[in-house]
Structure formats: structure tokens, C-alpha cells
């Protein structure tokens, strides 16, 4: 049945060709038939045909479409005396049935092609929803590069109990679903309108707004290798639940602080995961939450449901968190008081060294200090002359300077520095 509604779906898509070819033989014939010889009367009956299938469209809640053309044509001008009228009256009224024709077959095509569909798939395991993707991007002709709004997933014991994911790709948003009692995935289609273009902002500029994007069959990979942890309570688990969502794309102490962990994935090919330390937070990425869920102790026969236990981030590709070193860097002047010696690290000529050393303020935190510390500086890091930035380091202290030319202000930070800069530098 889909085989023949595709079939269907192609016809109409593009029957607006076949129309156009009509409608070419159609003039050609009325031009045969013309009463007598006029000037530009091949350019005439174009203009009526346009005219008689000229609209207004009025898209608020409901479209409407309304035929403006004809009714100019048929209260100002149908009764007007002219040559070859007959002609020109048979333009015009083409020009209203081929609207009709149009509009019934956007109709008939949109139902089609944005009709809901169902791919059989008898899988009910966690470890097959990246088969399953596949199977259903080749049944709906997906694009490969697709970027998920969001994912949702209950299972318990490798068992799926609800998946549900969505995505746009060309001009269909698409939400697809599965219950552990249906024999395959609800697909519903529907057409993609401007009221989602902040998603596309959000993908396009991501660099910007500091998101990061996941591709749908990365995401879906890495669901089905992961060996989430489910060790960290004895309390009587219901089901296991997994959440992604584009716009949640960072995390940070305070998912510590209520008692989750925070680990993000060190090796694609085996999926494993380290545990994040705090002084690496905040961190931000393609974020899995893991959810152990429980049924809530204050269930009765009229109310049913459950609470999460806890809520675990694993982060998919980690963005470093550097909030007061720019990237954009042509070169470094470090300047060592100790023995009042100046270097230039150009990013030209000491490409790796300016790298290094900017790896050295990964998943920095900074406090900001309101008392002004009488501290002794040994270490001098210049930000390009025009940035008029520096960093004053100190050895044997956690503090950190910073100046700019609006700017001086003593930071407390979370790492080694003063070491991590001495031994990039030299």
C-alpha cells in the first residue's frame, strides 16, 4: 500500500509540469482559433490566462486563498467589447479552472506527502534502535545528516517500554514513536513552517550560542553502548529513562550538588566514560540524562506513577571552558619577571606551544575576589596588543589577575595554573 501511495505521492508532485504543458497546447489552440489578426495577441492571452489565475492569499489561522484575478476580470472587463473576445474570455476562465486544479492537487499531494506512517520493525531491544534508524531512514528517504530535537526513552532490562525521538529534514518535521506493545514505529509527518526556524538559528550559530550538536545516528550509537551506571541506589527500580534535548546543552556543580554525577564519554569506539571532577564544571556538549526511576510512595488505586531516584549528565563531546581566553589569538607575549625576560609566541611559528598553553585553562572555574590582594607577580601572559588583556600569575597561589583596559580584577581559580603555564611556556 505505501509502494502505491508513493507512486500517488510522486504523480502529484509533480503534476504541476504536466499542467504547464497543457496549458501551453491549450493557448496555442486558442490562438488558432482567433476571430482575426491582432497585435501581440499571443502576449494577450497570457495576460488573461495570469490574470484569471492571479490570487490574494490570507494566511492567519486558516488559509485562504482568493481569486482577485478573475473577479477583477469578470466585474470590470468580461463584458467589455474587444477583439477576439470569445478567445480571451476562454483565457481567462483557463486561467480559473487550472487555480482549481492547482489547489485540488497541492491538497491531494500534501496529504500524501506528509501523510503518518508505520515501519513494521519487531525489535524491542535498546542495543537495536540504531538498526531500527536505519531501516526507517531508508524507508522515509532521509537525509544523512540529521540533526534530533530531542530523544526520549523508558526501558528496563535492555527492554524498550517507550522510545520517542523528532527531527526536521528538508521541509518535514518528523516525531517518531514506539510503545513495547506496538509491532513497529509511529511515524508523524508534518509540513515545516517558519515557527521552527529558531531551531535552524540554533544549529547554524551554535559556535555562537555555545551549543553543540549531535548528529541523530551518533546520538542513537552512543544510546546503545553506553553501560549507563545503575549502581548507585538499592531502592526498587521501575525503569531506566533517557533524555536528550537540543537546547539543553550544559551542566554543571549544581547537578553535583543535589547528588548526580556528572561523566563524559573518553573513547567512541568502546563508549566508555570518566567521571567529571568539579573543577572541570561547568562543562557543556550533547548531554544524555540518565534518570532511575521508582514508583512514588504515595501511590493509590486512583493515582499511579513514578519519581526519579536520580539524574546522571553524560556528556557527548565536551566544549573546553575557557570564559576569559578569546581564540581568536594571533599571538602571545609572556613576560617573565623572575629574570625580566620577554617572549612573542606568534600563532604562525609557535602554533603548538600557544595551543598547549591554552589547554592548560581547560575547564578553568573563576571566582571573582572583592578584596585586592597585594601579591607579587612572576608570570605575565599579553593577549595580542590590541586586546590590551593580560593574565598576572603567581607562584604558589591560586590566584589569578586579570587586566584589561575597564578591567583589573583578582580571579580564584580551581587549578594548578601557575605550574600548567610554566611548563608550556619554556
Known sequence: MDYILDIATTIFEYSSWVIILDVIFILIKFYKEREENEDYLVLK?????????????????????????????????????RKNKVIKHKSANLGIIVLGIGI???FIYNGLEYRDRFVRIENNSVKGIEDDYKLIEENLKLNDYIIPKDFRLSYYDDNIENISYSFISDDKYYNISKNKEDEGYNIMINKYSDKVDSYWNAFYNYNEIGTNTIEIKELLKAISNIKFDTSKTDKEIVSYYLTYDENNYSTGSEQVDNGDTIYYIEDYEKYTYKKAQRRELPMSGGIIWFSLM?????NTEDTYGTESVYTDAYVLYPRKNQELIDDNISYLKVKDLRDNKEEILSIEDDYEKICSLLDSFEFISWEEQNDD???QGDIILTINDDTDISLEFYNNQEYVRYTSSDENVIYKINKDIYNEVIKNIH
Do not use: Q
Not at 294 to 298: P, R
Open 45 to 81: 492571452l497570457i495576460g488573461f490566462y495570469l490574470l484569471g489565475c492571479f490570487t490574494f492569499n490570507i494566511d492567519i489561522y486558516i488559509k485562504f486563498i482568493i481569486p482577485v484575478g478573475y473577479g477583477i476580470y469578470a466585474l470590470w472587463m468580461k463584458d467589455k467589447d
Open 104 to 106: 485540488v492537487c497541492g
Open 294 to 298: 521508582k514508583e512514588m510512595s504515595n
Open 373 to 375: 590582594f597585594n601579591l
